[in-house]
């Protein structure tokens, strides 16, 4: 079955410094992968995905990510964080075409320390 | 854009009564639309998989009597949460599936319902 996890449940990060997000999946096949991010009280942007190529993806607000297959990972990082980026952030994986449902990680607290 | 609404944002209602939400693609056609649920500090659980058209299909556990979904159409659906009780108070999300992106779900801002 398919299933994600985030082993960092907070994070505390000072601005300006650098953040990488964990993320390890497990999946038979090629996983479709997502990071979405949430503001408190609100619904889920989409920062980035992977479906194929290029194993280094760039998304929104300067975040990027990077899908290991030998590693069954894909850390999303930012090399500058600000303080708008205090969030919490979902790894998310789905199968892309069977059902396209996404199986969520249980989720990273970002703090940013001034 | 790929941007998606529900309303109401929020809902405070008295126990036994029944509460709809409905979510919206407003610049796009989505066949597809999810339902979920998240629990304080929690992450996403999937309640359902609504599609236009068709009978709703239920993740294991979720009462589809309860959680009554219609899609009626390609940019609307709508969950119906019969005879609420305090329990099921939470933070309701949906999103809709976008057919370009290759199954990128885009997400509405939520609605919390309060039973009282």
């Known amino acids: 079955a398919q299933s994600v996890t985030q082993p960092d449940i907070h994070i505390t990060v000072s601005e300006g410094a650098s953040l990488e997000l964990r993320c390890n999946y497990s999946?038979?096949?090629?996983?479709?992968l997502f990071w979405y991010v949430q503001s408190p009280g609100q619904g889920l942007q989409l920062l980035l995905k992977?479906?194929?190529?290029?194993?280094l993806v760039q998304g929104i607000k300067g975040f990027e990510a990077e899908f290991k297959r030998s590693q069954s990972s894909f850390n999303l990082r930012k090399p500058s964080v600000h303080w708008s980026d205090a969030a919490e952030y979902f790894c998310?994986?789905?199968?892309?075409?069977?059902?396209?449902?996404?199986?969520f990680g249980t989720g990273t607290l970002l703090a940013v320390q001034p | 854009g790929a941007v998606v609404s529900q309303h109401p944002s929020w809902v405070i209602c008295k126990s036994g009564t029944s509460v709809k939400i409905e979510c919206r693609s407003l610049?796009?056609?989505?066949?597809?639309m999810f339902w979920y649920r998240q629990f304080p500090k929690q992450s996403l659980m999937l309640m359902a998989t609504?599609?236009?058209?068709?009978?709703?299909?239920?993740e294991q556990g979720v009462e589809k009597d309860k959680f009554l979904i219609n899609h009626a159409s390609l940019t609307l659906s709508t969950l119906t949460v019969t005879s609420a009780h305090p329990e099921d108070s939470s933070f309701y999300i949906c999103?809709?599936?976008?057919?370009?992106?290759?199954?990128?779900?885009?997400f509405g801002p939520g609605t919390r319902l309060l039973v009282l």
């Open positions: 999103s809709a599936l976008t057919l370009t992106q290759e199954g990128a779900q885009y």
């Open positions: 999946y038979g096949a090629t996983p479709y």
């Open positions: 992977y479906f194929s190529g290029d194993t």
């Open positions: 998310a994986v789905g199968d892309g075409g069977a059902t396209n449902k996404l199986i």
């Open positions: 610049d796009f056609q989505a066949t597809t």
């Open positions: 609504s599609n236009e058209g068709s009978k709703a299909t239920y």
